[in-house]
């Protein structure tokens, strides 16, 4: 992968803020390219898996409530990387904990940093088509329901603002995109 | 907008940890609806503004360190709100203070949170496809180069990692979608 480094901000001194359990924060001094100082807030996260999940041309997701939003919201089965974890397994382990679906597939559609300016965090994005009915068993300190939506109606809880994240929107464009070219990647 | 919220998580406490430039972070202590408690690591940002810019069939990226990432992205320009900004006002001023490209009209495509699980940003996408040339003026600790591509070159980029961030993954949907379609949004 070809990089152009040349505006690279060397760090002169990291001062660690928080540790938490999903994320910590630190804040790096850093030299600009023109000789200058400065400083740049870094969130680290773990980063995350998520599924676009579809059953008979429907799209599962999930209702739960967002603290950070102060409301629910419905989006793709998703969840952060447990240490070492493989990528897809994670996604499919994500799946059955949040849906009860279970798969025996994923394939990569796309990944992404969700918020470069501050926040390491990286989410995978993948698709799964052929899936078997189980029983959910979430997080518990999660509590989430369950449904299976059409593209229409994917569309509309967007335009409602239901949905309203990053990874389902590009979900929802991908599976669009599919719709159209039979491919989900760009 | 209706929202089931069964499943809110009442903040017993919050703990503020950091206030930085572009971001604050705050613990909430909540109560869950099984009557547990637990805390959430909640990130504070103004929000952003960011603009698919297309000129002869091209799209307008720049390419910045992102320290949080260790390396450099290409990325449509964008950038947080300022207080009490309108948000296609914002939008205009991020393309031409960063790329020198002026534009009389931008046209709303999505809005999304890009990590709800831990951040309340939001990110407005806009697209302009009416632009004039400029004098980019980008911020003082803010160093980009401007570049102009084709779709084509933007899913090379994708596929190279060269262009990894949500926003600018979900503009090049969006893009792919309007040749497509006639339309920009879903």
Redesign the interface.
Known sequence: ?????????ITIKTEP??Q????S?Q??H?R???G?T??????K?PG?VAVLAIKDDKMIVV???????G???V?IP?G?LEQGEDLMEAAKRELEEETGYRCDEVRPV??????????????HLFVADRLSAGEANPD??E???CEVISLET??RY?A???I????T??A???W??HR??GSYT?
Chains 1, 2 share one sequence.
Request: a negative charge.
């Open positions: 992968m070809k990089m152009n480094n040349k505006y690279e901000e803020i928080f938490g359990k999903v994320i924060l804040v790096d850093v600009l390219p023109n200058e400065a400083t740049r807030e870094v969130v996260h995350a209702e739960q409530y967002r603290k950070a939003l409301r629910s919201q989006e998703a952060k796309s990944s992404f940093y969700t918020s470069p300016g501050f926040a390491d965090e990286i989410l518990e300190d509590f989430l329901d994917a569309k967007i409602e603002g239901r309203s994240d990053a990874k929107i590009a929802v464009y991908a669009q995109l159209l070219t760009l």
